[in-house]
């Protein structure tokens, strides 16, 4: 008789041989389901669900966390804290009548608030629009540095401007841009503000 083991491509005839072949089969087998097992728990089964479930809450408390800040951003413009002024409203007007030709008096009211507490001005322009809705500097009527800081406690401050020459007859609204130097971790930094914008009639000269 010819050996029971198996050659080529044969399968074993004798009982041991085929339950050994059989052995490596389902070995091979057991081996190619587990892989596929771990495939699968890992794309669609619960290995998947944790990730995405992880991945979700991620997602979502950075959107929180970004909510929150816009939130503390938009309280703190609402309460005047991203600013370093702060104007009561109605206490701040222009010196009227006005006529073509003369400079223009702000009666501005004004605090610094903790943003700003320890910022110095150094520049300030007035921004005046006529009719034609086109913001237009003027000049400050005392050339040089500036002189004066105001603190915490509301101040009122008399400014004289000179406004642009070819501002029309009518209805007028000016406001200060503010550029301030502030105490910062690297030393300093240039903060911009403004006032608000304040009317006034320009009446013809003569």
């Known amino acids: 008789m010819g050996d029971d083991s198996m050659t080529g491509d044969s399968f074993p005839r004798s009982w041991s041989g085929r339950i050994i072949e059989l052995a490596k089969i389902i070995g091979a087998v057991s081996i190619i389901v587990s ?24 997602d979502d408390f950075e959107r929180m966390r970004a909510d929150v800040e816009q939130l503390k951003h938009d309280v703190a413009r609402a309460n005047g804290e991203d600013r370093v002024i702060r104007q009561p409203d109605g206490l701040s007007y222009i010196r009227e009548p006005v006529k073509v030709g003369e400079n223009v008096v702000m009666i501005m009211v004004a605090a610094r608030t903790k943003l700003g507490a320890d910022c110095r001005l ?21 050339a040089g540095p500036v002189r004066r800081q105001i603190g915490s406690d509301l101040q009122t401050l008399r400014i004289e401007m000179i406004p642009p020459e070819r501002l029309r007859p009518g209805r007028i609204t000016v406001y200060l841009t503010l550029t301030y130097e502030c105490p910062s971790a690297n030393g300093t930094t240039t903060l911009q503000d403004r006032t608000v914008s304040l009317p006034y009639q320009l009446l013809p000269a003569g």
């Open 122 to 142: 150094t520049e300030w322009v007035p921004i005046f629009t006529d009719e034609f809705n086109i913001p237009t500097p003027g000049r400050r009527a005392m």
């Open 35 to 58: 892989a596929a097992i771990g495939v699968w728990a890992g794309t669609v089964g619960p290995a998947k669900q944790l990730y995405d479930a992880a991945v979700q809450f991620v």
